[in-house]
């Protein structure tokens, strides 16, 4: 993805966090809470000083002990305060970080279910994960890490100056002339430490590709004579990297210290000069111990608001990629005026759905996956309501193109595709899914029971039915023989089911909601005899009046259909029954007498 790789850009992009905040959309109830709770203990915290200045001034300095016990109390009372304060803006940052992620992969999830096939050739299914996954988690926590450290870092400094410009204006200045050369110092190191950190990364992701591609390609490396070459590149990163993250930690050595020493001076200062005040009785003792503690905390809570916003800036990348998943238009939809009349669903609309008969036909279809490389042009084919057509030819030639365009899982750049005479396009998309059986050449079955993989094709379908719907497709009797029948996970988790058995399960599902139209994608290779058998007479039950459109790789499917198209590039070379081209001759002849072995692709 070498288009969408992490371009940065050092500037703070406050309308990419506010959009970003606005998909994710944490509860503001939440989030006024963690603000409210966050300033009482940034205040609380910033107490503890002036009641030790009240105690010396008090106390210690008179010599008395009269109503320590009331004070105590107080101090205990807000240490108190501060824990439960604590524990709350805890548990409401984890409440706002798991909504926020929650809600975005919702709407991910959403969105990419809704998106179209073009998309996923596009984006590698990796890149999107580690999009909704790892992007997600990290900006989650960043946002909700952000707001504890920016409102009680920023309340932590206002309150402190304050308090100090209260206490003793002069000495006050002092510290806080500081401030602003201590937040300067801070971005600078936090800048350069940013961008070795991410010359760091873009490192290691080298070093981990180059380390896989030494590993994979050992083969071929070692027959090549490759290996110093490979050995110096890879040593030659490394060495980079290595370079990179000394300096990292030298950065970072420097900084610490650089921010303490002006601490250490400003507190030298308040020091000597409020000493100096206190022997002409111009300040108390206690007041110079308060201004000297607030001196020594004021400098974290620069660094943790400084961080908030680095934190941002690494962070800020990753938040664009998630924004633009998320926007990304879905190509094929429903356009405004199908909607108005036929609705998302039957009688939503202002028209009644139409009952389908089941004739397909493409008219002039001209279509490629890529600008200027046409898969199809002006492809022209009917299928009567109720034929069977079987598509052959060798692989590339189009016969999944032909599919993917029937099914609208993409559309043609010209020409139309029918149904029973309406332009699919002019119908919504779940009418066709409807009245649209489709059963893939490597059928996927979900991590779930074998009934439940069934049911995925009619969400309303009763035990018998998913039961009669395997019957039917001669599925249930090996069904039965499992383990847990039906109940028998499938998919990833489960399964020791053959590609075979995962087909008819698959038949099953797209028959159970008794589709007009059935399409299939024979599968090619490693079927068992027996399964064999049962996936012939399930097609042969399965294409009883309906039309279909069945790419073969079986002679006897092919034999048995209506009509024989024989694809190549793209274009349809010869037509007709079995009988018809076989006696032909031509290319139908050779791929038969070939043993057809027609497409070995998966
Ligand atoms: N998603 C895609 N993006 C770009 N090109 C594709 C895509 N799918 C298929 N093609 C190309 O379209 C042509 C026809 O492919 P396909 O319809 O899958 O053939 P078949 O199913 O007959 O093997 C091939 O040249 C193939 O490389
Ligand atoms: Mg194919």
Redesign the pocket.
């Known amino acids: 993805m070498s288009k969408k790789t992490d371009q940065h850009k050092d500037k703070i992009n406050t309308e990419t966090w506010l959009k970003f905040i606005k998909l994710a959309a944490p509860r503001k109830r939440l989030i006024i809470s963690l603000i409210v709770v966050l300033i009482i203990v940034a205040i609380l915290e910033s107490i503890s000083p002036i009641m030790v200045r009240y105690a010396i001034n008090h106390f210690i300095k008179y010599n008395i002990t009269d109503g320590l016990i009331v004070y105590s109390i107080i101090y205990l009372a807000i240490v108190v305060a501060i824990s439960f304060g604590t524990k709350s803006w805890l548990k409401l940052s984890g409440r706002i970080e798991t909504e926020m992620s929650y809600n975005i992969r919702k709407k991910g999830f959403e969105h990419l279910q809704n998106l179209s096939f073009s998309f996923y050739?596009r984006m590698p299914v990796g890149w999107i994960l580690s999009r909704m996954i790892n992007d997600v988690t990290r900006l989650c926590e960043t946002i909700s890490f952000g707001i504890i450290d920016f409102v009680w870092g920023g309340f932590t400094i206002i309150v402190i100056l304050a308090a100090m410009l209260i206490m003793d204006f002069k000495l006050a200045l002092i510290a806080a002339a500081a401030v602003p050369i201590i937040i300067a110092i801070t971005i600078y190191f936090q800048k350069r430490m940013l961008r070795t950190q991410r010359e760091i990364r873009r490192l290691n992701s080298e070093i981990t590709g180059e380390f896989n591609e030494g590993i994979m390609g050992a083969r071929t490396t070692k027959t090549l004579l490759r290996e110093k070459e490979n050995e110096l590149e890879f040593f030659a990163t490394a060495e980079k990297m290595n370079c990179r993250s000394i300096e990292a930690s030298r950065m970072a050595a420097y900084f610490l210290p650089a921010v303490s020493i002006i601490g250490m001076i400003v507190a030298a200062l308040i020091l000597v000069l409020g000493g100096e005040a206190y022997t002409q009785n111009l300040i108390e003792i206690g007041t110079i111990y308060a201004l000297f503690t607030y001196t020594l905390h004021l400098w974290d809570p620069i660094r943790q608001v400084a961080g908030v916003f680095r934190e941002l800036q690494a962070a800020q990348a990753a938040a664009e990629r998630v924004i633009t998943l998320l926007n990304e238009p879905v190509e094929i939809t429903d356009s405004a005026e199908v909607l108005k009349k036929y609705g998302a669903q039957d009688g939503a609309g202002e028209q009644p759905w139409p009952k389908i008969k089941g004739t397909i036909e493409f008219r002039n279809v001209t279509f490629s996956?890529?600008d200027g490389e046409p898969?199809l042009e002006n492809f022209n084919l009917t299928i009567e309501a109720g034929q069977t057509v079987a598509i052959v030819?060798e692989?590339?030639?189009?016969?999944?193109?032909l599919v993917n365009l029937a099914c609208r899982f993409y559309e043609p750049q010209q020409g139309q595709i029918l149904i029973d005479g309406y332009d699919i396009q002019d119908l919504p998309q779940v009418w066709l899914y409807h009245n649209l059986g489709y059963v893939l050449q490597t059928p996927h079955l979900f991590n779930a029971t074998i009934a439940d993989n069934i049911r995925y094709g009619r969400l309303d379908a009763s035990e018998s039915e998913i039961k009669n719907a395997a019957k039917f497709v001669c599925a249930d009797d090996f069904i039965e023989k499992l383990e847990n029948g039906y109940a028998t996970l499938a998919g990833e988790g489960g399964s020791k089911l053959s590609t075979g058995e995962k087909q008819l399960i698959s038949f099953a599902r797209a028959i159970i909601a008794d589709p007009a139209i059935f399409i299939f994608d024979e599968a090619t290779s490693s079927i068992d005899t027996e399964t064999e058998k049962q996936i012939q007479d399930a097609i042969e039950n399965i294409l009883l009046n309906r039309t279909a459109l069945i790419?073969a790789h079986r002679l006897s499917t092919v034999k048995n259909a209506d009509l024989i198209i024989v694809?190549k590039n793209g274009k349809i070379i010869e037509q007709g029954s079995h009988i018809e081209l076989i006696k032909a001759k031509g290319e139908y002849f050779n791929l038969y007498t070939g043993q057809f072995t027609i497409?070995t692709?998966i």
Do not use: F, P
């Open positions: 050739d996956y890529v898969i030819g692989t590339g030639a189009g016969k999944t193109t790419i694809l497409d692709n």
